[in-house]
């Protein structure tokens, strides 16, 4: 299987008023297509910075990320953003929809960037995703008039709408009830296996969690396997 995300000795340092702090230290991260990987720590451990630098939203310190085989800081930084827009699909906490579009628009938001995509098959691929996750009735309504559980079903639909081949979710389901919470997460793991991406997620959720076929962990800037720590 393709290898959509390889992450080798990968650190991240921030500059501080008493000098370096170390985020995240010597992470080795392997991502196939059709996989899927949960990442849990604790608060503050550096979870959401390795989703950044997942989604080239930041830079490494030091080691090697390639998404797709490709360094993507060696590209301009248009080429980089087309990259990105390409390949690349996020969902987060937070639904981040734009309050005066409709749904069916903001589904359709990453096809806008000016990369030249077919308008008229992402907004059939729109409609084909809402109507998958039962918002065929809501397209033209705004974000207001949805439930929250509702709000993050676009949110994943927006994400997947140009078909990336890697998906990145932090706490997507953090604050949603149980129940909703179940929905969304059996969702990205359909549709994500359904597309052959390969998806990370970041969740405080043990159930969540659960239902990955991977789960690894978070701690003093390292991942180790969830497997590894229980054996």
């Keep these: 299987m393709p290898i959509v995300l390889r992450m080798h000795n990968v650190g991240r340092l921030f500059e501080g008023p008493g ?44 080691g090697v990320l390639e998404i797709l085989g490709e360094n993507p800081w060696t590209l ?10 390409q ?6 906490q937070e639904h981040r929809l734009m309050p005066q579009l409709n749904v069916l628009e903001n589904v359709q938001l990453p ?14 691929r729109a409609k084909e995703l809402l ?20 709000r993050q079903r676009v949110a ?4 997947l709408v140009l078909q990336p081949s890697l998906l990145l979710a ?9 129940r909703t919470a179940e929905t969304i997460g059996n969702l990205l793991l359909e549709v994500a296996a359904e597309n052959d991406a390969g998806l990370l997620c970041v969740t405080h959720s043990d159930a ?13 800037g390292r991942l180790t396997d969830q497997q590894a720590v229980s054996a």
């Design 170 to 178: 932090d706490e997507p389901t953090g604050n949603l009830d149980p």
């Design 76 to 85: 301009s930084a248009r080429k980089l953003a087309r990259f990105r827009n």
């Design 131 to 150: 109507d998958r996750v039962g918002l065929k009735d809501r397209f033209f309504h705004r974000p207001a008039a949805l439930s929250g559980g509702e």
């Design 19 to 62: 000098g370096s702090i170390t985020i995240l230290e010597d992470v080795d991260l392997e991502l196939q297509s059709g996989d899927a990987i949960a990442i849990q720590g604790p608060s503050g451990c550096g979870k959401s910075t390795l989703l950044l630098l997942a989604g080239t939203l930041d830079t490494p310190s030091s």
């Design 111 to 124: 096809a806008l960037a000016g990369f030249g995509n077919d308008r008229r098959a992402v907004e059939q």
């Design 156 to 159: 994943v639909c927006r994400a």
């Design 208 to 220: 969540l969690a659960g239902a990955f076929p991977r789960q690894v962990r978070l701690e003093n």
């Design 87 to 92: 390949h690349i699909g996020f969902v987060f």
